[in-house]
C-alpha cells in the first residue's frame, strides 16, 4: 500500500479533471479524493498500489481532453489511514 498527494496546475478547473481523475482512480482501483483549490490548482490525494499510482501520476500529467496540464508536484503521504472510495469536492 502506497499514497501520494498531487497539485496540479494548468487549466485544471471547469473541465471536468476532477470528475476524470475519479473515474482514472477508481478504474485503477485507489482511493482518496480530488477537490480544487483556491488557488485554481486541483489537489488530488490517492491510496492503494504502487503502480496503481504510477499510472495515474502518468495520466495527470495529461489530464482531460479539454485541460491543460503546466506541472505536476508530487508528495508522498503516510498510507496507514486509507480512505473508502474516491470522492470529488
Not at 476524470?20 to 479524493?33: D, Q, Y
Amino acid at each position: 500500500m502506497s499514497a501520494a498527494r498531487f497539485l496540479v496546475e494548468g487549466r485544471v478547473q471547469g473541465v471536468a479533471f476532477r470528475a476524470h481523475a475519479r473515474h482514472e482512480a477508481e478504474n485503477l482501483g485507489l482511493t482518496g479524493h480530488a477537490r480544487n483549490l483556491p488557488d485554481g490548482r486541483v489537489e488530488v490525494v490517492a491510496h492503494g498500489d504502487v503502480a496503481a499510482i504510477e499510472a495515474l501520476a502518468e495520466w495527470l500529467a495529461l489530464g482531460p481532453p479539454h485541460a491543460r496540464v503546466d506541472a505536476v508536484h508530487r508528495e508522498a503521504l503516510d498510507a496507514t489511514s486509507a480512505p473508502r472510495g474516491f470522492s470529488i469536492g
